[in-house]
């Protein structure tokens, strides 16, 4: 049984295009983080949410505590957003992390 | 601020034998993560440490280890390693609660032979 559950799995994009990725979780949580990662294995916390939602540059991500749901958006698609995004929620029961199994983003130029 | 470091950054290791990886957080973290990513399982936590004391734990076996060091850096062993250890280890540092933003070091890419 997987905690998290993320969609889609791979992604491709036209430059300039708006992009959507869900993620749906099963625990009670305290956190929620949406992650970067490229190729290499590097990792970049690009939110942490608790509530509502929040907007760096062109990136909005979303959570709706009630039907544990979130969502990252990112508006006019550029190739250097390709990389893996990963869902991640801290359980406050559990006392640890669950990810989901991100989503591989290629955005063509 | 210089970022999270990770020691080493490759690793080639036969079955059997043991492991020992060093993470040091960002100045002023006392918060340390470790977590495991493989192509087949994703990223899983192992354990989380604070003020050198393991506060978390995710569900591995204890061949597992680590610990902190008054300075917040952190170490995690493996002992009697299998081939599915092989993985791509990283940390990352928080202030104070694990469940604040992270910050990632680059990661030890571990082979198992």
């Known amino acids: 049984k997987n905690e998290v559950e993320q969609s889609p799995q791979n992604l491709t994009a036209q430059e300039g295009e708006f992009i959507t990725i869900n993620c749906s979780y099963s625990?009670?949580?305290?956190?929620l983080h949406w992650l970067q990662q490229h190729p290499g294995g590097g990792i970049v916390s690009l939110f942490m949410l608790s509530s509502g939602k929040k907007k760096h540059g062109r990136l909005i991500a979303t959570i709706n505590i009630q039907e544990k749901h979130s969502s990252l958006h990112i508006t006019a698609s550029h190739p250097r957003d390709s990389a893996v995004y990963i869902c991640?929620?801290?359980?406050?029961?559990?006392?640890?992390?669950?990810f989901g199994t991100g989503t591989s983003l290629t955005v063509i130029p | 601020k210089a970022g999270v470091t990770q020691t080493p950054r490759y690793l080639i290791k036969t079955r059997g034998q043991q492991v020992t990886l060093s993470c040091s957080p960002i100045s002023g973290h006392r918060s340390v993560s470790w977590y495991q990513q493989t192509p087949g399982q994703g990223l899983q936590f192992l354990f989380e440490?604070?003020?050198?004391?393991?506060?978390n734990k995710g569900n591995f076996p204890g061949r597992f280890s680590g610990r902190q060091f008054s300075n917040s850096r952190s170490e995690m062993n493996v002992s009697t390693l299998e081939l599915g250890d092989s993985a791509l280890y990283l940390c990352?540092?928080?202030?104070?609660?694990?469940?604040?933003?992270?910050?990632f070091g680059p990661g030890t890419r571990l082979l198992v032979l």
């Open positions: 991640a929620v801290y359980s406050n029961t559990g006392n640890q992390f669950y």
């Open positions: 440490y604070f003020s050198e004391t393991q506060r």
């Open positions: 625990v009670g949580i305290s956190a």
């Open positions: 990352a540092s928080s202030f104070r609660q694990m469940e604040e933003t992270q910050y």
